[in-house]
């Protein structure tokens, strides 16, 4: 095993490259990590979406288990089994609907990802993914969404393993290689 000498150095290499944070393209319920985050709603019994996606997965077990959390407020976050996902835990959070910017949605975003994090670390979780939190059906746009998600990242990952941005398509992937600084902006014509 490395030594300590050799863990400290690893880790302050990761973190000047900021390692500990990747980008992955793919369906969220098939990652095995500690816990996958979910886009919910404010009932925690089930949608469309990532929702359906984790729901369908996870197996009717998850939606008798939300039953009985008496929902979630938008910006808050709940944790649950992961039942037959590959993840042992499911921490449901709650996305502002974008209404155009002036109403909170900024800070409520941003709070989805500070209180998830904060109950994977009560949880002692080391690897957790997220989905690009209310950039669908709740409208809020890619860039400012992935700016703050990436953030919120960047101030946890020394508390991780890993940090996984999942994207469900190729075009959020360079949004979060943008945000990252991992690629340059596309020219703006
Ligand atoms: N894996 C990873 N990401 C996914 C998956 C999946 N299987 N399915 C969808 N996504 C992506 C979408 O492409 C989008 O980028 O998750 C992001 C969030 O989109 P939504 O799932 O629509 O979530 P959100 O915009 O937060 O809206 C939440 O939708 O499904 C309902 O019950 C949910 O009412 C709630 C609302």
């Known amino acids: 095993p490395a030594s300590p000498a050799e863990r400290l150095k690893k880790n302050r290499q990761q973190a ?4 500990m944070i990747q980008i992955h393209e793919t369906d969220i319920t098939t990652l095995s990590v500690d816990a996958i985050v979910n886009a919910a709603n404010e009932t925690l019994l089930g949608g ?8 369908r997965a996870a197996g009717p077990k998850l939606l008798d288990h939300c039953r009985g959390l008496g929902g979630c407020r938008t ?11 590959p993840a042992r835990f499911v921490i ?5 609907v974008w209404k155009g910017g002036q ?35 709740y409208g809020y746009p890619s860039i400012e969404a992935a700016s703050i998600a990436t953030q919120t990242m ?3 990952e020394s ?12 075009a959020d992937v360079t949004v979060y290689e943008t945000a990252l600084g991992r690629k340059p902006p596309a020219p703006s014509n």
């Open 75 to 85: 910006g808050s976050a709940r944790i649950t089994p992961g039942f037959a996902l």
């Open 159 to 170: 508390d991780f393993d890993v940090i996984i941005a999942c994207c469900f398509s190729a």
């Open 16 to 19: 000047r490259t900021h390692k």
């Open 103 to 137: 109403s909170g949605e900024a800070e409520q975003l941003r709070s989805c990802y500070l209180e998830s994090f904060r109950l994977a670390e009560e949880s002692r979780i080391k690897s957790i993914a997220f989905p690009a939190i209310s950039t669908g059906v």
């Open 92 to 96: 449901h959070t709650v996305g502002p």
């Open 154 to 156: 960047l101030e946890h």
């Open 48 to 55: 469309g979406g990532v929702d359906g996606a984790i729901h």
